[in-house]
C-alpha cells in the first residue's frame, strides 16, 4: 500500500507539474462551454438588449431589470483507455501503457484544475474498470491509483465494445478521449456516431519497434487485403511484413477518418517527448 501511494504521488508531481505550467491553460481554452447559463439580474442600462429584460422582475420591481449571462465552463471529459496486451510495448519510460498513464493523469489534472469532470473506463476485450464522471481531488486520485494499478489479464482488445459501452452510459455532452494503439477495426461506426453528440480526439501511441518486434505472445495486426483483424504469433514468420505495413495503414486510416469527419487525431512516439505534441495540439485548436 505504501509503495502504491509513493507511486501516485510520484505521478501526481511529475503530471502536475506540467499542467500548472502551461498544459492546463491550453486546454481551458481549447474547450469552449457549452452555451451560456444565468448569472445574475441588474438594472436595465440605456443600450441595452430589451430582449433580455427579465419582465418577471421588471413587474415586481417596478423597475425595468435585465438577466446577464455567463458562459457555461463545466465540462465532462471522458478518457477511454486501452489496456490489451499490445499496449505492453515498449523498454522502460518508453512504454506504450506507461505513457498512456501518464497522458490520463495530465487529461484528469487538467480536468480537476479546470472545474471540470472526468471519467474512465479501461478496456480490452471487454471493459475493464468504468469511473462515471465526477469532480474533486479525492475523485482524480482514485482514477490515478486505478491506472498505476491495473494488472494486464487480456490481450486482445475490441474498441467497439467500449465505444458502444460509452454510448450508453454518456449521456450528457462530453469531450472523449481515446488512448490507444488502435490495432483494431471495425470500431468507425460507433465512433462516427458518438461523434455527432460528443467532441472525440483520438491520441494513438506506437513505438518504432514495434514494426521490428520480435519475441512471443499474441499480438493482434490488421490485414490490409481482406479488412479482418488477426492474432499472429511474434515468431510467425510472415508476422514482421504483414505488421510493417499494418503500421503505416494504421495512421493513414486514422487520419482520414478524422479528417472526414473533424475529429482530433494526436499520434504520439512513445520514445520521444510527448507534452509538446499535446501541447502543440491543443494550441492549435485554440485557434480553430
Known amino acids: 500500500m505504501k509503495e502504491l501511494l509513493r507511486k501516485v504521488r510520484r505521478l501526481e508531481v511529475k503530471t502536475r507539474r506540467m499542467v500548472e505550467t502551461t498544459f492546463a491553460g491550453e486546454y481551458h481554452s481549447a474547450f469552449k462551454g457549452q452555451g451560456l447559463e444565468f448569472d445574475e439580474v441588474r438594472p436595465y442600462q440605456y443600450g441595452d438588449d430589451i430582449r433580455s429584460i427579465d419582465w418577471n422582475v421588471t413587474a415586481k420591481t417596478g423597475e425595468v431589470y435585465i438577466k446577464q449571462f455567463r458562459e457555461e465552463r463545466e465540462q465532462t471529459l471522458f478518457v477511454l483507455f486501452d489496456v490489451s496486451g499490445s499496449e505492453d510495448f515498449g523498454p522502460g ?11 490520463a493523469a495530465i487529461l484528469a489534472f487538467s480536468a480537476l484544475k479546470n472545474n471540470d469532470k472526468i471519467g474512465l473506463l479501461t478496456f480490452s476485450d471487454q471493459v ?22 491495473h494488472e494486464h489479464e487480456h490481450d486482445q482488445t475490441n474498441i467497439q465494445l467500449a465505444l458502444d459501452y460509452v454510448k450508453r452510459t454518456l449521456k450528457r455532452h462530453g469531450i472523449l478521449i481515446v488512448i490507444s494503439d488502435f490495432l483494431d477495426q471495425g470500431f468507425e461506426r460507433s465512433l462516427i456516431h458518438l461523434n455527432k453528440k460528443h467532441e472525440v480526439i483520438l491520441i494513438r501511441l506506437f513505438h518504432p519497434n514495434e514494426r521490428f ?11 490490409i487485403e481482406t479488412g479482418r483483424r488477426r492474432w499472429l504469433n511474434a515468431g510467425d514468420i510472415g508476422y514482421r511484413k504483414l505488421l510493417n505495413e499494418n503500421f503505416e495503414e494504421i495512421d493513414q486510416r486514422l ?3 478524422c479528417r472526414r469527419y473533424r475529429m482530433g487525431y494526436i ?3 512513445t520514445r520521444e517527448d510527448y507534452f509538446p505534441v499535446l501541447e ?4 492549435q485548436r485554440n485557434r480553430l
Open 128 to 149: 475493464e474498470r468504468f469511473f462515471k464522471p465526477q469532480k474533486g481531488r479525492k475523485h482524480v486520485l482514485k482514477v490515478v491509483r486505478t491506472l498505476l494499478t
Open 93 to 103: 519510460q518508453e512504454n506504450k501503457l506507461l505513457i498512456g498513464t501518464e497522458i
Open 213 to 223: 518486434q520480435m519475441g512471443a505472445g499474441t499480438i493482434p495486426v490488421l490485414d
Open 267 to 269: 499520434p504520439v512516439n
Open 280 to 283: 502543440r495540439y491543443f494550441r
Open 255 to 257: 487520419q482520414r477518418l
